[in-house]
Structures are given as C-alpha cells and as structure tokens.
C-alpha cells in the first residue's frame, strides 16, 4: 500500500476547476471521478509558500507549527527562512512511526546537517542549495569573457564560427536551444543564446540525494540537470521583447515558456524514478512550475482582478494550459502505477489572486511620523520579512503608550481607503478593530505589500500580476483537493475545506491517523468521516424538513406559491428563506413565520426586520447582501477548523464583527425555499462544529460553577448550574449530529425527539448520551435532597465524557481569571473590596487564579470556592477554559 502525494505550487482551485471543465486535464479528471474535490483553504494570516507547505504537510495551522512567511521574524527587523530545518514545529505526516517515504525536492526532509533518517528511501532536494539565480551575460564576437557561478569557473568564448562555452572539464557549443551544463556531478544550470548578442543562463543549485535505496538515489543523481525555476525576470525585463500586455505578438511567452519548459523537464524526471523505482509506504512530489507561471501571467485571465485583460486572457490561458497539462502528465505516472489498494493525493498549498500595485507600507508609516529609515528608530514596523505584520517597537514606544501607537498606525493605513486597505488580523488570523502589540495587515486583492524603504512613493505598479500574502479569504486563494483510494467516496464534491484535510487523508491512509481528534465526528471509516464532515447533508434531510414546512403551511391555509410571490411583492427580489420552527418540525399554532431574504446588491447598516400581518399570519423577513452572506460561510468554515480555544473565541464576538449575526447564520444554513430547496445546507457540518464547541463550552464553565457553589455550600444554585450543564451538553451533542438550532428553548425537545432515534454517531456518542439522561431524570432530587446528594463529581466525569466523545479534548483546564485592571483595596479588617471595570465585590481573601484540572475542581476549598464564585458574579474575574489532547497539544 501507497500514498502518492503530488503537490502542485498555488495550483489554484478556480484555475483547475476551469481547465477540468474543459477536458484539458485528463488525469485530474479520472483522479476526481475515482475519488473526491475539493477546493482548500490556506493558512491565516499569511499563505506564501512555506506557510502554506507546513500547513498541507503537518495538519496544523500557522499558530501550531510556527512557520508564519517566506521569512519569519525574530524581534523587530530579524528573521530566518521559513524553510529552515528547525521548521516546523509539528511532524509532517513522513515523521509518524513506521512510514517509509520517497521525496522529490520537498522541504523539511533534510536535517539541519544534511543527514536522513532511517524511514526515507530515497530523497531529493535542492532549493536549500542554491548558488545563482539566472542571468544574462551580453557577447560579440572575437571575446574571451568568465562568467562564473558562485566560485566555480564558466569561461564564454566567441568566434566566428559560433559562442563556446567551457565549464566542468567540457565544451559545450551554444545555440538557440537549452543546453545543459554540468559544474560538478551535482551542480550545473541550463544555458542558451538569445539572439546573436546575448547569453542567458538559468540558476545554478547543489542538489543533495540519498536514503537507504542507495540505487535509486544514484539514477537521481544522474537525471537531467535540475532547474528550479524559469527565468521570470528576464521576461519581464523585456529580455524577450514585449509582453502580451505591453502589445507583443506572443514571442516573449513562447520563449519564457522554453525555460519553465527545463523545468518540467528536470522534475518530471526525478518523479518518474522515484514513483517507478520506490518501495515506500509513502512518495511525496513536488512541482513549482504552475506557482512560477501563475506569478508571471495568471492575472491576466483573472477576472475579479483589476489586472484582467479581456484582450489577451485567451491567450494566456493557453500558457496555464501548457503548464498545468505538464503537472497533469506527472500524476498520470502515479494513476498508472497505483494499484487498488493504493491512494492518489493532489494537492496546492494555495490559490493566486491578480495583483497590480504594490503597497509600500513603511512609506505610509515614515509619512505619518512613524517611522524612520532606521527600524531602532521607529515606533511602528512593517517588518522586513514581508509576512504582512506590523510591530510596535518597544524599546522607542513606552508600554502605556503601545495601544496608542498601534491605532495610530492602523488609522493611517485604512485611510488609504477601503479599496486598498481592507482591514486587520491578529496572530491567530481573527479580524480586530482593537490594537495589539503585532497586526496583520489586510490588503484588497489588487495590492501586495512590500517592506522596501528606499524613499519612493508609497503605491508602485507591480510587474508580476499574480500573488499571495496575507490571507485576505478570496476564493481566488483556495487550493485544489483531489484523492482517491480504498474508502474514499467516488465522485464526491467536498466544496470548501480547510487545508489541512490532506494531511489527515494521508495519515488516515497510512494507518497513523488514529487519534480521536484527527476527525472530529470519529467515523469508523474515512468514507463515512468525508461524506458526514464535509459533504452536503443527506437529500432525506431536506425532504424531511420540506415535509415539515409543508404540513406547517398546510394547517396555516397558506399556499406556497401565493406565500412565495407575496413576500417578495412586499419586500423586493432576491432568494426566499423560510426559517426557524416549522423548518425543524417544531412549529405550533402560534408559530411565527420567519423569513430571510438574500439579494445581490449590498446592503450598508444594522438590519431591522420588516413585519407584515396579513390573513391573521405574523410575516417576518430580514435582509442580507449574498457578498457578505459567502463571507459569513466562508468565515464558519474556517472558525470550524480552529483548535477549540480560538473556535470558541471567534464564536462569541462574531455579532460584533459580522452581518449576518450567529442566529441569522443558523438560520440561513438551516433554511428551505418554499419550492423545498436548501441552498445553504452544504454549510451544516461546519455550523454543527462551532455550534457544537461553543455549547460545549458553556457547559464547561457552567460546570466549574456548579463545583464552585457547591464547595460554597450553595444548594439551589448547583442544581441551576447543573440544568445548564445538561442542556448545553444536549445542544452540543446534537449540533455534532446535524440538529443545530440556536432557540434555547427548544433544547429539551429536541433531545427528547433524538434520543428515540437513538441515531448516535457511535458508542462514544451513545454512552455519554445516556449518561446525560440519567442525569436529567435525577436532577430535580438534588433540590430536596440537601448536602447528601453530590452533583460536582458526577457532572464533571458527565463533561468530561462530551468532550471526548465529540474529539474536542482529553484533558480540560480552567482557571478563574482576574478582569483586566482588576485591584484589590483594604476595607473592614479581614476583608477586602475588589473591583474592577466600574465593579466591585467585598472578599475575605484573594481570588486564586492556578489553572486546575476539570477532574480536580470539586475538591476546592470551600472558602477559594466561595471567593472565586463572588468574584465571577460580580464581573471582575471570568472562568477561562483551555483544552488538552493526547499529546499534551
């Protein structure tokens, strides 16, 4: 058994889905119809190459395994590549227990000293040694000229008969074809003439290979000499003549192309050695070719980008199908030589959006007073390594005034207007209006930023026309998935997806995916954890709420047509959601009908719901913009894929940030058109997940409370804590197995409804389902019953049980934190009044803030417990919450 994994850089979803429609890519084709799609969500804040590599290799995001740039910074105006060995910090998939790899030129192989470890068989690899970019070298004849690559000597002769080039003991004659020239056995570069007056070569690598196949890694050395990269700048430096856009006819594309064309060239022979000779468990390709082009031309043909040329976007297409049919011929050499038992992976580790400017931001910063030309002078940095982050500088800028100066910087970017500066993300990629000591900073699509201080203008014409940065969410950034295998559902379409999900494909496949938290409805297969994760929901679902809303109707004398055309007589065009009750079969006679209407121009301001009685019937219809609408499920998806922690943290101040809000999002995923569609319903599994780690959530504060009364000796508050334990516990159960419905009052009955399903996902479901009904039917004891009915440690084991079974956590953590700027101050003699934020609360002792195991809380003393309580009740301390897997994680 194998996983073959090819990763195609920045193979943009929007651009194969594009070139699958058309057939030009046979090979993706039968991959996506033996198996499934997708289209990948790249890392947050930033997506450049090694972020989005570590992100597609470990599973994890940018916060987990460090990798935040090409460069990653260290302090104010430091940084170190972000393909250093020491990156990243969580094991690729190649780095689980018994997988034996191949690799052709992935990064992260290699160790710091150039060793490999025992499992790989065979590996090759050389951007990490590079030794010159390419150049151009001007000749006539009748010249003896040295053009040397780094200290290896290259000697060009002209004559009359023609241009001589002497490197590596040989003489090679140049003409108008590449020629390739051998340094030493494991360095060369590619080298032809351009016109009669010019030389150009491609860059020069040491390329590294070895692994235990001693064989295979000797044919490696002796494949084509390997290029890395076109010559781009050439190209854009007019070496070829005009381009396209400047009104060439076409020759400086076809002669670009010869050079990307070495490159196909060197990597597609060192991936068919390496897929025909291996004998691994694992083979991981990688090819940069569609990265290097897209980066060149790919804005032409993008039509959301302001660089779209109508006039010649034909005409590029034809180079990105040249090139994206060279990658497509180099996974066919997998599809032929997979067996049944093997998996097919295509992946990228991100899209390209179409660029045109180029945002000079520590211009913008030097102008508003800022910043200096020296960094150690400036109050704010944009930091050299162009990662897309802003920094305070603390040794200039006094720690009361850090805030300050932040805002400052931000309000001066964003009066750039709204067309260039978009907004502002913090570390873990959450918008933030407020300051913070390190910003993100978030460009419209059409603009790059660029930490180049030189004293010009802060806005340039950028050359390229293809880019990725900062993570600004654009569709244009999403990756293509493919996979097919045993247990992969065939023909599936998975929509949208966070980036990640390769990895755990791989792992899954490889036998070494088997925490519980790899997936988190833990299915028994891979098919049944892509279809119930990631899959529109089954079509008996929505027959099912049809049905509902049908009768509902039916019992109202209301008839949908008439229902549909009146609605939108009185509110306007647009796309007609019923919501709430009657889509979930809870509806009564004095239901309400609310509605949601989606329309396509955009819609400024808060949203006040227009109220319509008509035949006795109250009528409710709320609008929202379908941009803003794709935004909010495009932002559910991706809160989806956080750890629970910042999941849950983005869930709270979503109202604060977003229209549509958390309910009328719920709302929108959940609704039906009165014809009995449900437009939206492929957002469910997301919605379920968030809804489901936010209950969760509750319930485990709720908890910590219900421990802390009790150790206070409180006996009806426990028990209204443990009420909410119970239906937080209820409401994430069933979110997690698609019933997601925000109305607080209807948790009970849709439990009840489930639990004679009895349709748990499995027996951990199950177990802690039963377990929360045994509860509930003895809770009511507990208030008659007085201090010989314990509630604390039973309902933590009964928390503690949801959370595994739903893969969130092994281990919970809380502690009762302080409000900011909270202060104690002496009152009456052993007591004290602590307040905080306009609060205030008398305590005979301090609040204690140790973080402490969810197991250990109900043995806290009852005068800590008592302290902590008052002080949680008043508002001037909060009961945070952080979460534990297997690994410590």
Same mark, same amino acid.
């Given at each position: 058994?194998?996983?073959?994994?090819?990763?195609?850089?920045?193979?943009?979803?929007?651009?194969?889905?594009?070139?699958?429609?058309?057939?030009?890519?046979?090979?993706?084709?039968?991959?996506?119809?033996?198996?499934?799609?997708?289209?990948?969500?790249?890392?947050?804040?930033?997506?450049?190459?090694?972020?989005?590599?570590?992100?597609?290799?470990?599973?994890?995001?940018?916060?987990?395994?460090?990798?935040?740039?090409?460069?990653?910074?260290?302090?104010?105006?430091?940084? @170190?590549?972000?393909?250093?060995?020491?990156?990243?910090?969580? $094991?690729? =998939?190649?780095?689980?227990?018994?997988?034996?790899?191949?690799?052709?030129?992935?990064?992260?192989?290699?160790?710091?000293?150039?060793?490999?470890?025992? +499992?790989?068989?065979?590996?090759?690899?050389?951007?990490?040694?590079?030794?010159? *970019?390419?150049?151009?070298?001007?000749?006539? $004849?009748?010249? %003896?000229?040295?053009?040397?690559?780094?200290?290896?000597?290259?000697?060009?002769?002209?004559?009359?008969?023609?241009? %001589?080039?002497?490197?590596?003991?040989?003489?090679?004659?140049?003409?108008?074809?590449?020629?390739?020239?051998?340094?030493? $056995?494991?360095?060369?570069?590619?080298?032809?003439?351009?016109?009669?007056?010019?030389? =150009?070569?491609?860059?020069?690598?040491?390329? *590294?290979?070895?692994?235990?196949?001693?064989?295979?890694?000797?044919?490696?050395?002796?494949?084509?000499?390997?290029?890395?990269?076109?010559?781009?700048?050439?190209?854009?430096?007019?070496?070829?003549?005009?381009?396209?856009?400047?009104?060439?006819?076409?020759?400086?594309?076809?002669?670009?192309?010869?050079?990307?064309?070495?490159?196909?060239?060197?990597?597609?022979?060192?991936?068919?050695? %390496?897929?025909?000779?291996?004998?691994?468990?694992?083979? =991981?390709?990688?090819?940069?070719?569609?990265? +290097?082009?897209?980066?060149?031309?790919?804005?032409?043909?993008?039509?959301?980008?302001? @660089?779209? *040329?109508?006039?010649?976007?034909?005409?590029?297409?034809?180079?990105?199908?040249?090139?994206?049919?060279?990658?497509?011929?180099?996974?066919?050499?997998?599809?032929?030589?997979?067996?049944?038992?093997?998996?097919?992976?295509?992946?990228?580790?991100?899209?390209?959006?179409?660029?045109?400017?180029?945002?000079?931001?520590?211009?913008?910063?030097?102008?508003?007073?800022?910043?200096?030309?020296?960094?150690?002078?400036?109050?704010?940095?944009?930091?050299?390594?162009?990662?897309?982050?802003?920094?305070?500088?603390?040794?200039?800028?006094?720690?009361?005034?850090?805030?300050?100066?932040?805002?400052?910087?931000?309000?001066?970017?964003?009066?750039?207007?709204?067309?260039?500066?978009?907004?502002?993300? +913090?570390?873990?990629?959450?918008?933030?209006?407020?300051?913070?000591?390190?910003?993100?900073?978030?460009?419209?699509?059409?603009?790059?930023?660029?930490?180049?201080?030189?004293?010009?203008?802060?806005?340039?014409?950028? %050359?390229? @026309?293809?880019?990725?940065?900062?993570?600004?969410?654009?569709?244009? !950034?999403?990756?293509?998935?493919?996979?097919?295998?045993?247990?992969?559902?065939?023909?599936?379409?998975?929509?949208?997806?966070?980036?990640?999900?390769?990895?755990?494909?791989?792992?899954?496949?490889?036998?070494?995916?088997? *925490?519980?938290?790899? &997936?988190?409805?833990?299915?028994? @297969?891979?098919?049944?954890?892509?279809?119930?994760?990631?899959?529109?929901?089954?079509?008996?679902?929505?027959?099912?709420?049809?049905?509902?809303?049908?009768?509902?109707?039916?019992?109202?004398?209301?008839?949908?047509?008439?229902?549909?055309?009146?609605?939108?007589?009185?509110?306007?065009?647009?796309?007609?959601?019923?919501?709430?009750?009657?889509?979930?079969?809870?509806?009564?006679?004095?239901? +309400?009908?609310?509605?949601?209407?989606?329309?396509?121009?955009?819609?400024?301001?808060?949203?006040?719901?227009?109220?319509?009685?008509?035949?006795?019937?109250?009528?409710?219809? =709320?609008?929202?913009?379908?941009?803003?609408?794709?935004?909010?499920?495009?932002?559910?998806?991706?809160?989806?894929?956080?750890? $629970?922690?910042?999941?849950?943290?983005? &869930?709270?101040?979503?109202?604060?940030?977003?229209?549509?809000?958390?309910?009328? #999002?719920?709302?929108?995923?959940?609704?039906?058109?009165?014809?009995?569609?449900?437009?939206?319903?492929?957002?469910?599994?997301?919605?379920?997940?968030?809804?489901?780690?936010?209950?969760?959530?509750?319930?485990?504060?709720?908890?910590?409370?219900?421990? !802390?009364?009790?150790?206070?000796?409180?006996?009806?508050?426990?028990?209204?804590?443990?009420?909410?334990?119970?239906?937080?516990?209820?409401?994430?159960?069933?979110?997690?197995?698609?019933?997601?419905?925000? #109305?607080?009052?209807?948790?009970?009955?849709?439990w009840a409804r489930f639990v004679r399903t009895g349709a748990w996902h499995d027996d951990a479901y199950r177990a802690a389902g039963e377990a929360v009904e045994r509860a509930r039917k003895s809770l009511s004891a507990a208030l008659t019953a007085g201090t010989s009915v314990r509630l604390a440690e039973d309902y933590v084991a009964l928390v503690s049980a949801v959370a595994r079974a739903t893969g969130v956590a092994e281990d919970v953590t809380v502690r009762t934190a302080l409000a900011e700027g909270a202060a104690y101050h002496h009152f009456l003699p052993g007591s004290e009044l602590l307040s905080a934020d306009g609060s205030s609360v008398l305590v005979t002792g301090r609040v204690n803030e140790t973080p402490v195991a969810l197991a250990a809380l109900p043995t806290v003393s009852a005068e800590a417990a008592t302290t902590g309580l008052r002080a949680v009740r008043a508002g001037v301390?909060?009961?945070?919450?952080?979460?534990?897997?297997?690994?410590?994680?």
């Amino acid at each position: 058994m194998t996983v073959y994994w090819f990763v195609w850089d920045a193979a943009a979803a929007w651009v194969v889905d594009e070139l699958d429609a058309e057939g030009s890519l046979p090979h993706v084709r039968a991959l996506r119809s033996a198996g499934v799609r997708a289209a990948g969500r790249p890392p947050a804040p930033n997506c450049q190459t090694p972020p989005s590599l570590a992100t597609l290799f470990t599973g994890t995001s940018s916060q987990e395994h460090g990798v935040t740039g090409f460069s990653v910074p260290t302090g104010l105006t430091g940084h @170190t590549s972000g393909f250093d060995p020491a990156y990243p910090a969580r $094991p690729p =998939v190649w780095r689980s227990p018994g997988v034996r790899g191949a690799f052709v030129h992935v990064p992260w192989v290699f160790d710091a000293d150039g060793g490999l470890g025992p +499992d790989v068989e065979v590996a090759i690899e050389a951007y990490s040694g590079r030794l010159a *970019r390419h150049d151009r070298l001007s000749i006539a $004849p009748g010249q %003896v000229v040295d053009w040397p690559v780094a200290d290896l000597p290259v000697r060009v002769e002209t004559t009359a008969d023609g241009v %001589v080039l002497h490197a590596g003991g040989t003489a090679h004659a140049l003409a108008h074809d590449w020629t390739p020239v051998r340094l030493t $056995p494991s360095q060369g570069f590619w080298v032809r003439r351009v016109g009669e007056d010019a030389l =150009v070569r491609m860059g020069t690598w040491t390329v *590294r290979t070895g692994g235990t196949n001693t064989a295979l890694a000797e044919r490696l050395v002796n494949a084509p000499v390997f290029a890395g990269e076109s010559v781009g700048s050439l190209y854009r430096a007019g070496l070829f003549g005009p381009r396209l856009a400047e009104g060439g006819d076409g020759t400086a594309e076809r002669e670009f192309l010869t050079s990307v064309d070495r490159v196909v060239e060197s990597f597609t022979a060192a991936a068919e050695l %390496v897929v025909e000779g291996h004998d691994a468990d694992l083979v =991981v390709v990688y090819l940069p070719w569609t990265d +290097d082009v897209g980066h060149e031309v790919l804005g032409w043909c993008d039509r959301q980008a302001a @660089t779209y *040329r109508p006039d010649i976007a034909d005409r590029v297409r034809d180079l990105l199908r040249h090139c994206y049919r060279a990658a497509d011929a180099v996974l066919g050499t997998a599809l032929r030589r997979a067996g049944e038992h093997d998996t097919v992976l295509l992946s990228a580790d991100h899209g390209m959006v179409g660029s045109t400017e180029l945002l000079h931001v520590n211009e913008v910063l030097v102008a508003a007073g800022l910043a200096e030309a020296d960094p150690a002078r400036s109050r704010v940095v944009y930091h050299p390594a162009n990662n897309g982050s802003l920094r305070v500088n603390r040794a200039v800028v006094p720690a009361e005034l850090v805030d300050a100066t932040m805002r400052r910087a931000m309000a001066v970017l964003l009066d750039l207007g709204p067309s260039v500066v978009t907004g502002f993300l +913090d570390e873990r990629a959450r918008p933030i209006t407020d300051p913070a000591e390190v910003v993100y900073l978030v460009l419209h699509d059409d603009y790059q930023p660029s930490a180049v201080l030189d004293g010009g203008p802060a806005l340039r014409p950028m %050359v390229k @026309t293809g880019s990725h940065v900062v993570n600004t969410g654009s569709d244009r !950034l999403l990756a293509t998935v493919a996979a097919a295998g045993p247990g992969i559902p065939a023909g599936v379409d998975l929509g949208t997806v966070d980036n990640t999900l390769a990895a755990r494909i791989a792992r899954h496949q490889l036998g070494v995916g088997d *925490r519980p938290t790899d &997936f988190p409805f833990r299915s028994k @297969t891979l098919s049944d954890t892509l279809e119930s994760l990631l899959t529109v929901p089954p079509s008996d679902l929505v027959a099912t709420r049809h049905r509902s809303v049908t009768t509902f109707l039916a019992e109202r004398d209301l008839e949908p047509r008439w229902l549909n055309a009146f609605m939108l007589e009185r509110v306007g065009d647009g796309e007609l959601l019923l919501t709430s009750s009657p889509v979930h079969g809870l509806a009564n006679e004095t239901s +309400d009908l609310d509605f949601i209407r989606i329309q396509e121009g955009a819609i400024d301001g808060p949203r006040i719901s227009t109220k319509i009685f008509e035949r006795g019937h109250h009528l409710e219809v =709320v609008s929202f913009a379908r941009g803003e609408l794709k935004r909010n499920l495009d932002e559910l998806a991706a809160l989806a894929a956080q750890p $629970p922690g910042e999941l849950v943290a983005g &869930f709270r101040t979503w109202d604060k940030r977003f229209e549509p809000r958390r309910k009328q #999002t719920e709302r929108i995923v959940n609704g039906i058109t009165l014809d009995g569609h449900a437009p939206y319903l492929q957002s469910l599994p997301a919605l379920g997940k968030v809804w489901s780690r936010a209950a969760l959530h509750t319930a485990v504060e709720q908890v910590a409370h219900l421990c !802390l009364a009790e150790a206070a000796g409180e006996l009806r508050g426990r028990v209204g804590y443990a009420y909410n334990v119970l239906l937080h516990l209820m409401d994430s159960v069933l979110s997690l197995h698609g019933d997601v419905y925000t #109305t607080r009052k209807w948790y009970l009955l849709r439990w009840a409804r489930f639990v004679r399903t009895g349709a748990w996902h499995d027996d951990a479901y199950r177990a802690a389902g039963e377990a929360v009904e045994r509860a509930r039917k003895s809770l009511s004891a507990a208030l008659t019953a007085g201090t010989s009915v314990r509630l604390a440690e039973d309902y933590v084991a009964l928390v503690s049980a949801v959370a595994r079974a739903t893969g969130v956590a092994e281990d919970v953590t809380v502690r009762t934190a302080l409000a900011e700027g909270a202060a104690y101050h002496h009152f009456l003699p052993g007591s004290e009044l602590l307040s905080a934020d306009g609060s205030s609360v008398l305590v005979t002792g301090r609040v204690n803030e140790t973080p402490v195991a969810l197991a250990a809380l109900p043995t806290v003393s009852a005068e800590a417990a008592t302290t902590g309580l008052r002080a949680v009740r008043a508002g001037v301390a909060k009961t945070t919450v952080e979460y534990q897997d297997r690994s410590g994680a």
